[in-house]
């Protein structure tokens, strides 16, 4: 966040539009986004699910997680937290 804010000093908000209020709507500029950098179907909210599996796989316990991503409950959780095969053995490798 403080890198952030040092990079944007001027700014208020992380999606500010270019009257300086806050964007509701990220759609058209995340498309935009994607077309630029030539990636096919990826959604914003992969994002959301990309950054519970990488705390996952950071060590960040399963409430946590929970949490942080403000779920009413752990069954949906679940859903958001995929870990790499290679994070599933060493998980297995720690009892071995």
């Not at 001027?10 to 709507?25: A, E, I, R």
């Not at 994607?34 to 950071?58: C, G, P, Q, T, V």
């Not at 991503?69 to 752990?74: A, D, K, P, R």
Request: proline share 4%.
């Amino acid at each position: 966040m403080s890198e952030w804010r040092t990079q944007t000093p001027d700014n208020s908000y992380v999606f500010q539009g270019k009257t300086g209020v806050p964007l509701t709507d990220v759609k058209k500029p995340w498309v935009t986004v994607l077309d630029i950098a030539l990636i096919e179907s990826f959604k914003f909210h992969d994002l959301r699910d990309h950054f519970a599996s990488k705390l996952m796989m950071a060590g960040v316990d399963l409430n946590r997680v929970h949490e942080l991503l403000g779920h009413s409950g752990l069954k949906m959780t679940l859903r958001y937290t995929h870990l790499a095969p290679e994070h599933k053995a060493a998980a297995v490798n720690l009892i071995c």
